[in-house]
């Protein structure tokens, strides 16, 4: 193949017309001089196929039915300009003005029917050749700007047959030292790198002229004249003889210590600069609190997409242009509002399009919106590189008041970067503040958790029973096994907050089945414990699991418990599961001669078709009803018609949380049977409870 043809083939020319013998003619000469083709037979299908194959030049007929060629100009022209796509026009030879028109739409050149072909390819040609010296400038631009900012290195030279190194100017000065300060000899050099680096520096060298390495790339600190370490990156590739044996090692140097603590980019601090002054700070404040500071964590949006389609180069100038910013905008005292004099800022670059800074002087939660606001405002101000319009926003990541509760450095940064990613979930220019309650909240969760489980081993819980009278007589005919919980540092935890934390983490089973087997065997120590019916709860994820009934009897029978005084107090939850499954589980359960009863009875589930389907014996009327009971004509009404309906169902009703006499003295007219609450009594620890019966 000639270099044209080659050339040719990597070219994708696109041929949009919706005859079909055009096309085919078209295609077979621009393929018999090596093009490669795509067709497309109307304007919907060619606006597509530039949209998703690498099109490098299109030919286009002005004249076509669905879409004519001049919206396909424009639409396409919103997108890809002159140079970047090619559109040459195809039209019939009398249109001039519809010519003119695309060509002020953006149209590069026309050619018309019938298509004398040499014209068609000179002017092919012609729009190609200056796609193509375009985007070789744009290339070795980029590869300019590149090695403009990779200049300046030291070389080195090193001849293994004498065991001379040559050290050029620059090289030395990297170290302060003139031409006659430094020897010549491989020595030379190793005497002024660092002891702790010395040895896998000649390591390395060794490993690549064995031939185990491609190139030899080592970071190391050697000696200054100043008596300081510089930190200094060597590269280096051997040239060998036939044999393959190394004949001599040469390569560059390049004095990094800047990028060791500040950003080679942008000229600011970097990660490691900005941590060793947090952590300063920090230690500072520990020893005498000047006043808390707060940490902002920038994060500017679509920095990966804008690198994609600028290049790496623009991607820099955008981390260059927003560091100058910052800088800046932080430095100008008209726009000071919140800052008084001892205001310092540190702005560091972390990674990718990530800038940090501490702002020393913005102690309270209400200056730091107002700084946030202030960054937000500096990035946001458009920005035209190379010749594009940008406007960019950032996320902002922002912690108040650090210092005050003796966090260390690495756990400021995991708060910015949680309240970070909390402002990105909100979109693209937002900004957080770091919540230290939520935070609070999930970790007391989570060490709760450690605990609970802890607690279950060694014996942290135990179980309460409040009694269950006749609310005619007074008389205990039962009690309700309660779970409790004694932290050592939080008292009692409510089993409201415990038991769902114990059925997210797994633990309720354990729980669940220690509860039920500790009350039976307190239960079976009672005197007169034939006469005193017993009921437990069971939490829904306890009742999902398999094999739940059979667990709850083997307890009846290890701990020898009567199942004629079990009840099983479940919600109306339950009723949203598999209802044939529980139904199975509640009747083998009922068989054995344990009662069933509906816990909070009212809140949950509405319907009532499951009393009649299901073994339910029992409801316990929710507080909230009872509550309002002697002052509320609503809740009297559900009280006084769950009572009719369980009556004509067989089934028992408790009340729960009689809290007074008036309480009592109404539901003693309304013919409420059992009742629990605090005007009887508390749940009682088990001691008391024995001496209460
Ligand atoms: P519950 O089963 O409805 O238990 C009744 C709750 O109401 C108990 O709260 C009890 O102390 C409280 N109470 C009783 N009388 C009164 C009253 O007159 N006034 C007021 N304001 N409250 C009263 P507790 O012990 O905090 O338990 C709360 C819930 O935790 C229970 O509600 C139950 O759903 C759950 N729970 C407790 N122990 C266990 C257990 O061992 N297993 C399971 N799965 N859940 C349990
Ligand atoms: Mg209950
Ligand atoms: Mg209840």
Redesign the pocket.
């Known amino acids: 193949m000639t270099d044209i043809a080659e050339t040719n083939a990597q070219t994708l020319i696109l041929v949009v017309d919706d005859n079909e013998l055009n096309r085919e003619l078209l295609i077979r000469r621009l393929e018999k001089r090596g093009f490669a083709t795509a067709v497309a037979s109307g304007g919907g299908e060619a606006l597509d196929k530039i949209r998703t194959l690498p099109v490098d030049l299109v030919l286009l007929d002005i004249n076509m039915p669905d879409m004519d060629g001049i919206q396909v100009l424009e639409a396409v022209r919103q997108t890809r300009d002159a140079v970047d796509l090619p559109i040459i026009m195809v039209s019939a030879h009398d249109e001039s003005a519809r010519i003119a028109d695309a060509i002020n739409k953006g149209a590069n050149d026309y050619i018309t029917k019938p298509i004398d072909f040499l014209v068609a390819m000179a002017r092919i040609n012609t729009q190609l050749s200056v796609k193509r010296a375009h985007k070789q400038l744009k290339e070795s631009e980029e590869r300019y700007a590149l090695a403009f900012r990779g200049a300046n290195d030291g070389l080195w030279d090193w001849d293994l047959g004498t065991g001379r190194i040559y050290f050029s100017d620059r090289w030395r000065e990297m170290l302060g030292l003139g031409a006659d300060e430094l020897g010549d000899t491989p020595q030379s050099w190793f005497d002024r790198v660092h002891p702790g680096e010395l040895e896998n520096l000649k390591r390395a060298i060794e490993n690549h002229l064995l031939g185990q390495s491609d190139a030899l790339e080592f970071e190391y600190r050697a000696l200054h004249k100043d008596g300081d370490f510089r930190w200094l990156l060597t590269r280096g590739v051997a040239s060998r003889g036939a044999d393959g044996q190394a004949v001599r090692l040469s390569g560059s140097q390049t004095d990094i210590t800047r990028s060791k603590v500040y950003d080679p980019i942008t000229s600011i601090p970097n990660k490691f600069l900005f941590m060793d002054r947090l952590e300063w700070l920090l230690d500072r404040e520990k020893r005498s609190p000047m006043g808390s500071f707060a940490v902002f964590l920038i994060k500017i949006d679509r920095m990966g997409e804008l690198r994609q389609s600028l290049g790496p180069v623009a991607g820099e100038d955008i981390l260059i242009e927003m560091a100058n910013r910052l800088m800046e905008g932080l430095r100008d005292e008209d726009t000071v509002t919140l800052i008084n004099e001892a205001e310092t800022f540190t702005v560091s670059r972390h990674d990718e399009g990530d800038f940090a800074i501490l702002a020393e002087g913005c102690r309270d939660e209400t200056s730091t919106p107002k700084l946030a606001e202030r960054l937000h405002n500096m990035i946001k101000k458009p920005l035209t590189l190379r010749g594009e319009n940008l406007l960019l926003t950032a996320c902002i990541g922002i912690v108040a008041n650090v210092g005050d509760d003796g966090n260390d450095a690495v756990t400021v940064m995991q708060h910015a970067t949680n309240a970070l990613d909390r402002a990105r979930a909100k979109g693209p220019g937002n900004f957080e503040l770091f919540d230290r309650d939520l935070q609070e909240r999930a970790l007391k969760r989570l060490k709760m958790e450690t605990e609970l489980r802890r607690a279950v081993a060694d014996g942290g819980l135990h179980?309460?029973f409040?009694p269950i009278v006749h609310i005619d007589s007074g008389k205990v005919a039962g009690c309700?096994?309660?779970?409790?919980w004694t932290h050592a540092e939080y008292g009692q935890v409510?089993?409201?907050e415990f038991?769902p934390l114990?059925?997210e983490s797994g633990l309720?089973d354990a729980?669940?089945e220690w509860?039920?087997e500790e009350?039976c065997r307190q239960h079976e120590t009672w005197p007169n414990k034939d006469c005193i019916d017993l009921?437990?709860?069971?939490?829904l994820?306890?009742m999902q699991r398999d094999g739940v009934e059979n667990r709850i009897l083997s307890i009846l029978e290890r701990t020898g418990m009567d199942p004629h005084r079990l009840k099983i107090?479940i919600?109306e939850s339950i009723f949203m599961e598999d209802m044939g499954r529980i139904n199975a589980i509640l009747t083998t359960l009922h068989a054995q001669g344990i009662d069933i009863a509906i816990?909070?009875f009212g809140t949950g589930y509405s319907s009532l078709a499951y009393l009649n389907h299901l073994p339910i014996t029992h409801l316990?009327i929710?507080?909230s009803f009872?509550?309002d009971v002697s002052t509320d004509r609503a809740a009297q009404a559900i009280v006084q018609s769950t009572l009719l309906m369980a009556q004509s169902l067989g089934i028992k009703v408790i009340a729960?949380?009689?809290?007074t006499e008036d309480q009592v003295a109404l539901l003693k007219v309304l013919k409420a049977e059992y009742g629990?609450?605090?005007?009887?009594w508390?749940?009682l620890t088990d001691e008391d409870f024995a001496a209460l019966l």
Not at 480 to 484: C, H, K, V
Not at 535 to 539: A, E, F, T
Not at 656 to 659: A, K, L, N, P, R
Not at 676 to 680: A, I, L, M, S
């Open positions: 179980v309460n409040q309700e096994a309660l779970a409790r409510s089993p409201v038991i114990a059925e309720i729980i669940g509860i039920l009350a009921s437990v709860n069971l939490s994820k306890q107090e919600t816990d909070d316990k929710d507080r009872i509550t729960e949380g009689i809290e629990q609450g605090f005007h009887y508390r749940p």
